[in-house]
């Protein structure tokens, strides 16, 4: 079992930046892809941005050239800067973490939610 502990989440005015950490412990081989999820209210979840184990990165239309992702494989953990939020933004964000020859993980989620 890998367990994914989440922080950073909270409450920020438009146009403010938030940072979101994820932490991996446990029976860890080798974490593959890591990446954020996000779920709003009677929305469906999708996917905000993935990283690879070499660095390589995809984002959501909708988030490009505002959100970062980035992670420290020493650390087995994965960070998504997000500056320029929106209220279209506010969503419990998660993170979700492929461990190779050991099955896909989620985190519990943090909830960030963007003022106008």
């Known amino acids: 079992q890998v367990q994914l502990v989440e922080s950073g989440g909270g409450l920020v005015q438009s146009g403010g930046s938030l940072r979101l950490s994820c932490a991996a412990s446990?029976?860890?081989?080798?974490?593959?892809?890591m990446g954020w999820y996000r779920q709003a209210p009677g929305k469906q979840r999708e996917l905000v941005a993935g990283?690879?184990?070499?660095?390589?990165?995809n984002y959501a239309d909708s988030v490009k050239g505002r959100f970062a992702i980035s992670r420290d494989n020493a650390k087995n953990s994965v960070y998504l800067q997000m500056n320029s939020l929106k209220p279209e933004d506010t969503a419990v964000y998660y993170c979700?973490?492929?461990?190779?020859?050991?099955?896909?993980?989620w985190g519990q989620g943090t909830q960030v939610t963007v003022s106008s």
């Open positions: 979700n973490v492929d461990n190779v020859g050991g099955g896909t993980y």
């Open positions: 446990g029976n860890i081989f080798r974490l593959n892809i």
């Open positions: 990283i690879s184990s070499s660095g390589t990165t």
